[in-house]
């Protein structure tokens, strides 16, 4: 095999894996958007009101739960929202952490990430919410994870800049070639 035939299936295995990684891409990030982020994995609380939910050791996303008539265009506005997380007898209190989302919205239903807690211990947590809610339908606190798959998006970011540099070294390989072939064509027969 030449020179130039494996600088072409160098550059055609490039392109097709920055092809791949992009639909990847956009795979992974609907799959964590819409199927596998368990923003209520825990329950839910409403606002203003109060209840008691199991909440796992680690970090637990706190999200403004609503339903909202039409699609919001820029994002669900959160309105000043407060939550106070009474902790198990001997438990530390939670470090809760402002952490605002991006929203996101399935059949009317919209939910965007506003806190961060960091729970030392797992237990049944009382929970108090308030908030000017007013102008929101059924509003509430949902209290879940993330998604476990994130790497996924930055795997395929990865896997991108690898077929990118890829095709950067074989077009220039490609270019080495095409001008030797060129020199090789003009010189003087003897």
């Known amino acids: 095999m030449n020179s ?9 295995a490039a392109v097709t894996l920055m092809v791949v990684s992009v639909g990847g891409f956009i795979v992974a990030l609907v799959l964590n958007a819409f199927f596998l982020d368990k923003y209520n994995a825990y329950g839910e609380v409403p606002v203003p009101g109060s209840g008691s939910l199991y909440l796992p050791a680690g970090d637990v996303t706190i999200s403004l739960h609503t339903v909202v008539i ?4 820029r994002g669900l ?7 106070t997380l ?4 001997g438990v530390a209190q939670p470090v809760v952490t402002e ?3 991006s929203t996101t919205t399935v059949n009317n239903d919209a939910h965007v990430r506003v806190w961060v807690a960091r729970i030392a ?16 339908i ?7 994870h993330k998604s476990s798959v994130d790497f996924l998006v930055w795997l395929f970011v990865g896997l991108f800049v690898v077929g990118l540099a890829d095709s950067i070294m074989s077009g220039l390989w490609l270019g080495r070639t095409r001008r030797r072939a060129v020199v090789a064509a003009n010189l003087p027969r003897q």
Do not use: C, E
């Open 4 to 12: 130039r035939r494996l600088a072409k299936i160098s550059l055609a």
């Open 138 to 144: 059924n509003p509430r606190l949902a209290f879940g």
């Open 121 to 136: 211990a797992g237990g049944t947590y009382n929970i108090t919410t308030d908030g000017q809610v007013n102008g929101y």
């Open 70 to 73: 039409s699609s919001p265009d």
């Open 99 to 101: 952490s605002i989302g």
């Open 77 to 83: 506005p959160v309105p000043p929202l407060g939550v």
């Open 86 to 89: 009474a902790p198990p007898d």
